[in-house]
């Protein structure tokens, strides 16, 4: 069974960084396209980021790129998304989930992905 946890989500303050990471357990990421979302409460889902099975390629929504970088250790079975510059808008349940396949749609939609963690807070906050 797919297995991912995701970790590293908390509070910071605005103009703080963390980094999440998600991990996975009974398969090997190598095959999989990796994307993260994120959900502020009464609002819908949206995608964050998402990186192809290599690592070549990645795509972010417009509200954090240049803020967001997303990377992959795929020896480590492990995919990071590195957060600075947040702002309170920020704040929402992260997801990591996974998309069997070498390519990320830019489109970012949580319909192509089969597999999901169960999400990691994180609070923006002063």
């Known amino acids: 069974q797919l297995q991912l946890v995701e970790s590293g989500g908390g509070l910071v303050q605005p103009g703080g960084s963390l980094r999440l990471s998600c991990a996975a357990s009974?398969?090997?990421?190598?095959?999989?396209?990796i994307g993260w979302f994120r959900q502020a409460p009464g609002k819908e889902r949206e995608g964050v980021s998402c990186?192809?099975?290599?690592?070549?390629?990645?795509h972010y929504a417009d509200s954090v790129k240049g803020r967001f970088t997303l990377s992959r250790d795929n020896a480590a079975n492990t995919v990071a998304l590195q957060m600075n510059s947040l702002k309170p808008e920020d704040t929402a349940v992260y997801y990591c989930?996974?998309?069997?396949?070498?390519?990320?749609?830019?489109?970012?939609?949580?319909?192509?992905?089969?597999?999901w963690g169960q999400g990691t807070q994180v609070t923006v906050s002063s």
């Open positions: 989930a996974a998309s069997a396949g070498y390519y990320c749609s830019p489109r970012l939609s949580s319909f192509e992905y089969d597999s």
């Open positions: 009974g398969f090997t990421l190598d095959y999989y396209a």
């Open positions: 990186i192809s099975s290599s690592g070549g390629s990645t």
